[in-house]
């Protein structure tokens, strides 16, 4: 038995280090590894069941095409590749290269992912896509205010006086984060809970906040007002650091009273958090994604930020904003958000014209060369986009589908072809984290089974078959050895960054700062915090300040009464591990939750078969009664796969966040109904 | 008595699960991780949560248990055929499939739900405290897979802090588990409250180990019908009818084989003779039934009379079963019991009015006493108040002797004795975790709806 130490390359806060055991050719055991502070009790979950992903029997190990008679049957990766090849040719001869689509998704991170874009580069620029689903809002409202995305290294939020988690639930996404806010607790640490849901996080605040879904930043400009109208504003701060105060102050009209109404929060209870956040000392901030992903979600963002401006809490230990640490990134010419939208006449010859989040309607846009086929890496854009209805549409539409993954997936179910995917233990690859401070390696323990190759190798035999003649430099030639030389070369230039000692464990990122902004430099046009962004004006066409601005709901209230979400879960990644058998039988089964009350006036039982719908879509599901859902919302977990009753994105309009191009998922409204029993 | 000896020679177990309820969130790791290191087709570890209605009012808590390996393990003294044993290195209470009937009375003595029953294997699968790890320098894997911190495998301190959990039981066993956390005595503030649900829903515990159980209804009848049948023999001087009593014994005998996971190892059952009472029921069934057979076919009246006194002694010994699994003594005196029925059957038969009125007074302020301290359903108490009426007008008859006591008002006796014997199994509830949180969450529930 041999035993490695790796990285999870999941899009996943916490970015685990963990030990991994190997016995002929075998995962068969994943153990903690205490060297990563972040993460020095182990993977959640989902980290555990690579024992199972990786030997499971549902994976595809040999390329698959479809036959006439519309079932898969295996090929061999030289019959793939020459079809593929045959036909990316024949589409950039006749139709022009972006006639064909490469889409990318999250489900692996690490530098070789750049291979792709090299052989894209090569081949002459597909079209792709810009934006994306997940967070782009709360990072642009980030570096509008800050000038940079990044925050205090994980482990400081011990050292808070009260931290304010708004809308974050790391109980099941980041549970390591857990350990910390436990340990701040030990220390006499006050904790808010801000959430629609009532998650496990918020059974272990001492007050839990459910407003208005979509009203979050009423609640934070009526605390910001209150902080000013009482005094409890750090002024020497605000002197000093930050820029646009005074506009600031005058914007601020949403009394406690007024907020009252927006948010169905008591003033009372507004009043006591503007106590709590004044007067406390440290406070962090631990703001989720879920509250982004609204029509308002940028400015809900920048609301929040303000009240960590204006009180101080930015520079120093215990406190902060942590949205996102991007201070891994440091491979990335130009960091997220925007590399999310880059600028086209600098990044010839990409061609992007689509929008991740209205992808099926600009698919079905596009001209001139009309779109033909796709290529899918990393994702799985059906279930995960929202108007899957559209997106379907689309697909249907093109005459080639190629898709690698490493299990069938309700896209892979559209390919024409399916390339098998490698999994994280089978290359080398060199990852960084949006929460912990370090750069990984995770490297190659186990061989790849059947006719797996990775991503790098089947770009390389692509150019070559194509003649695209991309040198070795870019596109390393097959081997491991060869990836592992390429990475070297990668990392060079970052006197920090050893391979050998990355090999040992995880390595803290180059030019780290612990505490954040702790040197008061900000990146920002006029080199202060910005409370007044004229980019965000210029930009997005948003209020230079932060404000409230209500839910642009594309449903009618009347008609579809019920708000509905699609947070995501401890049981899955986006789509990415529902489908195993260990995460199945220890998680509760995949389900439509509905708050009590609701199931009473709809005559719905636990378990009963459900219809729900709006204008968008309607999907059939399993319903759950949940006592941790309130009134007026419905909830379906983000990922669940067509065939477990998933497909929340069919629901879901395709509309772009007001700022970063991110998606606004959670705008949305349905009706849910009991089925017949015959349904 | 006969209660739960600690194992000779064993000294306290040092080290154990160390739970803090603080840091657990419910994210099943320590459940993921037992599965995928012993790949068991059950789940050996579970998380229980008190208020997992999530009433506003209350704490939610979880906690994180699968089997406590405790210094008295009363699973393991109770295991008829000797599968359980502590392992000698490591202290761990083991079960060794081999060995397992499948007949789930661990299940019914462990108060913590340890012992599951594997609808694959058909027996019993049970955290081993991963015992085999510990020679590599492995702790438990759900301790190691803890990725808040919550559980972990230690040193066990004099005194576990277990404010936060009124609704774990027995302690005397003494558990090798220590609760730490303190922070979720006092309940979230929920604002707005009126947004989530404020009342109980719940109407039942989820205590399932009840499946098949009619098996032992019949079984232990049969046997109370068959050593009255010989007692009243005795008394009248007669024999029972040879083929009709022996193919009783016969279908008691086979009728009890039908509730184990693994019939053919039934031969097992008395292995455990010196600390199993389960053991001592199926010895000295299997003596009854020889010694009464033998007696009753070759009519041999002083083998009737050992018989008699074997079939009274497993009355009292199929009682034991029973009362060694409920520690919540709440059956001690309960009518049902198969001695008081057998008493009151035979003095029914014999028209022993004395001893029959002395034991039906008795059998009836049993009855009542059930009625009122049990959580008595609609099903239950129409089911008392009907075995009630039985006792009741049948007795009368025999008493007042002016009506003629025939096969019919026997049988209706009868029944009334079996409908007392399925309250009994109605009643017996082993004390069990899952039973314990959902009383304690009314209890709670109710206070705070007073207050």
New interface residues.
Partial sequence: MEEFVTACPRNCYSTCSFRVQVENGHIIRILPYAGNRATPEGPCIKGLSYVERSNSEERIIHPLLRASTGDFKEISFEEATDIISGKLNFYRRDFGPSSVMWYTGSGMSGLTNETGSCFWRAFGGPTTTYGDLCWPAGLEAVRLTMGSVKHNVPWDIENANLLVIWGKNPAETNIQEMAFIGKARDKGCKVIVIDTLRTETAEKSDVFICPVIGTDAALALAIARILVDKGMTNDAFIDKYVYGYKEFKESLTITPEQAEVITGIPRDTITDMAYLIGKSGPVTFLPGYGLQRHSNGGQTIRSILSLAVITGNIGKTGAGFNYANLQSYVFDDEKEPLSLYPDIEKDRPFRRILSKAKLGADMLRTKDPELKAAYIERGNPILQSPDSLKVTEAFKKLDFIVVTDQFLTDTARMADIILPAKNMFEQTDIIGSYWSPYIQLKPAIIEMPGEVKPESEIYFQLSKKMGLGVTTDLLPEPGNENIEKWLSKRIEGYSSLVFDDLRKGPVLAPGLQPIAWHDMVFETPSGRIELYSQEAKSKWDVSPMPGYVPLNEPCDKNKYPLVFLTPNKSSSIHSQFGNLRIIREVTEEPAVEISVKDAEMRDIQDGNIVRIFNDNGVIKCTVRISSCVPTGSVILHNGIWMADGGGGNFLIKGVETDMGYGSAFHDNRIEIEKLAADG | MITGSKLKNWPPMDKGFLF?N??C?????C???C???NGWTV?PRTVFTFN???LTYL??INLSMACNHCEIPVCLDGCPSGAIYRHPGTGAIVVDEAKCLGCKYCIWNCPYDAPKFDENKRVIGKCHLCYNGFSEGRIPACT??????ALSFGKLNDIPSIKSFPWLPDKKLKPSLMLTGH??DKA?????AD???PEL?KTTATNNNRKGIWVLVLFTYLITLSVSAVLKSLIDGTFPQPGLFCLSIIIAGLVSLLHLGRKIRAWRAPVNIRRSPLSREIAAFILYSVLSCVAVILRMPGLLLVSSAAGLILLIFIDAVYYFADRSRKIIFHSGQTFLSALIIISFLTNNVLPFLFIALLKLASSFFSMTSLQETMKNFSLRFMRFAILLITGVMLISGRYEINNIVILVFLSGELLDRILFYIDFKPVNINDLIYNNEIIFSNEKKRN
């Fill in positions: 803090d603080d840091r969130v419910d994210c099943k790791a459940i993921a991780a599965i995928l290191e789940k997992n209605e999530r704490p939610v190691s897979a803890c990725p808040t911190g922070a979720q979230t503030t929920v604002v707005p947004k989530f649900e829903k």
